[in-house]
């Protein structure tokens, strides 16, 4: 454990070999093998999203990897997978925790355990290896000021106001699908029950309010989003890149959830050792503190020290009293494989 403890702070190979001696990896041997393929290719991974930016630029400067990535839905991505086989495109994706055991039960992901695997809570992981979330993200609301000028503060508030809503796609995007939870925690529901999140969404529809915009770094800094429903580190970073005194990020009072998301590496990987290499370095100190610039909040945290100046930039804790966990996982899993077509059918009808 105390090897395992001083796993690489700057993700260098020595001590991520440290660190492998006390998991039984041979990170040396992954190394090398990751260095001979040169390339790692992902999807659903952009360089906006939870500063994955650094990591990636940290990879190609550490261990020589190049990269591209497509960025998808997480249906999306276990669908390419699928589909392309053996002619595999891309080596690793990130989804959001539903679509982790579904990616396995598709068959369609090879396990990994990086040398911080203990560290990691087990309600965070499967058990073989084949998903762990790195990061946690609460859904979130984002404000344009610029647009809106009576702020909501909760889904009450929301659903009171004039201002349009932008929440994505709920038949592929995990964030969508997450922030149709948040409402129906708000209003009662759970991951059994998720009609009371449907009704808020139909009320909003039928006042033509619901936007099809996807809220992401592009639409709002077009001005295309009112209110977005987004996950709190997409929000934080979708602010300061665009202009942080243009929107406000908060959780809202009245309830959310909290959930996160997964790497997968591709059972058909062309490049399944520099996968491995960047599954590793994202659960090592280095890479979990590259996900807080991004605003996410690592899944080791109780085993880091982040610097200063990267927690100021979070939410203040007391904004996430009424945020929530996934109580049942297998529940959710089943409600998330129903929402596309309960979503169609009780609020994009809604909007005919």
Known sequence: MKQLLLASLMGSAIALATSAMA?????????????????????????????WKDTWNDLNTKYGLKHTDTDMSSAQEIAKFAAEKDNATADIGDVGAAFGPIAVQQGVTQPYKPSTWEQIPSWAKDKDGHWMLAYTGSIAFI????????????????KNGKYRVAIGDVSAAAQAVNGVLAAAIANGGDEKNIQPGLDFFAAIAEQGRLSLSNPNIQTLEKGEVEVGVVWDFNGLSYRDQIDPSRFEVLIPSDGSVISGYTTIINKYAK????????????????????????????????????????????????????????????????????????WQENVIINME
Do not use: C, F
């Not at 990170?27 to 040169?38: D, F, I, P, T």
């Not at 404000?143 to 929301?158: E, G, R, Y």
């Open 271 to 342: 490049n399944p050792n520099a996968a491995k290499l960047a599954r590793e370095y994202i659960l090592s100190d280095a890479g979990q503190i590259n996900l807080a610039k991004g605003n996410a909040r690592p899944i080791r945290a109780e085993h880091l020290t982040l610097p200063a100046e990267v927690k100021a930039k979070l939410l203040p804790n007391e904004q996430y009293a009424k945020v929530q966990p996934i109580k049942d996982a297998a529940a959710w899993e089943a409600t998330s494989k129903a929402l596309p077509q309960l």
């Open 143 to 158: 404000v344009n000021k610029q647009l809106v000028k009576d702020i909501p503060h909760s889904w009450a508030d929301l």
């Open 23 to 51: 998991a039984g990896t041979d990170l040396q041997a992954l190394e090398k093998a990751a260095r001979a393929e040169g390339t790692v290719n992902s999807v659903g991974m952009p360089d906006s999203w939870a500063n």
